[in-house]
């Protein structure tokens, strides 16, 4: 029976004759279209020997075929429609760049004077184009760029401090997620790390007693995605500087998101100024430019020039350096900055973080209308208040009044809804909670995006 059937099956030569693959090969490449009906022949064929399939005609097969093409010829990453609420999302870009950065990302496409410097014409310094914009925005001597901060503390801890000690507190050995270890990350720099203090309580005198003839330098690192409270005792900024200069020792603090502007301004709760760390002392402070700076992946060094000359100077930033798109979106990003009245309209994490409840009531009656009328019968469209996140490992633990609309429906659950509107395209991420499915429109700003392409079934 089984070889009855497997025999049915055409050839490749066969199958690429078929009407609509002879047609696909002619628009595309025949290498192409041949090995998409193979690869259909051959799944049809594993399908019969493991009983798991019938008979396939032909015309099945080519459908098959012009499937997998499609896979092969159609991009893998593709627009989401994040309506998760959550507005620095990992798994889905950090953040959404400005539509400066976004011009400037075409144009840095084609040529640009990367390493050009236009007046002497001659060879110029890549990071140039953003190192005085970061000056000028954090009152740091100088900066570079490298490819995310995990590179940039990488690179940091090397230059300053390989094959010696680097002083940090049992409080600050965070685990980000995504594989960043602090303890991993200082052994990989090549140094060796020195714990003072226990999980909860740091003194001064922790650090001053740490500090032998192999300390190099004392590195801070923000908490970013958790907070410890209760009975605890931590050592400001300043004071730790003033204890490392006592020593003739560098500062370096990770700041994780860092902030160019402070939140307060927008009603948020304090997060760490970059300028502000640079100001009580940090000799150098590493930082991303795709968490609150809302910019393009990259990790920014600001600080003391003689340091920071000795990074641009080390062979491993060649290994870490930020590419041309990046640049050009960073700049773009940080110009924004100087006008900083314009913003919260400018700057699309900003923009979302300091949305008005009202203007995300709006969005979510809009939406909660278009599903409706979207969606017909079977599905109840509601909306209702929730609590949207920062992400990023910004503002842990605090959350913003938000409003959503949730899909229910009595003949199918909260997950399967979940898959519906991530088939469509473009996908639309949303959350399950409580056994709901749950779109957080704080994160949408076109109610119509969250709108099915295809009837749900
Ligand atoms: C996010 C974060 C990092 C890692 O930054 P990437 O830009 O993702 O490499 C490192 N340290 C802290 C404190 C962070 O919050």
Known sequence: MKKELLRSLPSTDELVRHGPLAEAARRSSPALVRAAARQAIDDARQGIMDGA??????????????AVLTGLLEPKLRRVVNATGTIIHTNIGRAPLAARAVEAL?????????EYDLENGARGERDAVVSGLVSRLTGAEEAIVVNNNAAAVLLALNTLAEGREVVVSRGELIEIGG?????????????VLREVGTTNRTHPADYDGAVNPETALMLRAHASNYRVVGFTAGVGLRELC???????LPVVEDLGSGSLVDLARYGLPGEPVVAESIRAGASVVTFSADKLLGGPQAGILAGKKELVDRMRKNPLK???RADKLTL????????LYLEPEK??????VLRLLARPLDDIERTARQAACLLRDALGQGFTVEIEGCESVVGGGAL???TMPSWAVSVSSAGMGADSISRLFLSQRPPVLGHVSRKRFLLDMRTVEDAADVVPSTPLK
């Open 242 to 248: 003033r204890i490392a200069a006592r020593r003739g």
């Open 179 to 191: 594989s960043f270890r602090l303890p991993d990350i200082i052994r990989k720099s090549g140094c």
């Open 318 to 320: 060649r290994a870490l």
């Open 396 to 398: 842990p633990g605090h």
């Open 343 to 348: 913003l919260a309209s400018t700057l699309p």
């Open 53 to 66: 399939r019938g008979p396939a005609s032909a015309d099945e097969l080519a459908a098959s075929a012009l």
């Open 106 to 114: 075409a144009t840095a496409a084609g040529a640009v004077n990367l």
């Open 328 to 335: 050009a979106a960073l700049e773009a990003t940080l110009r």
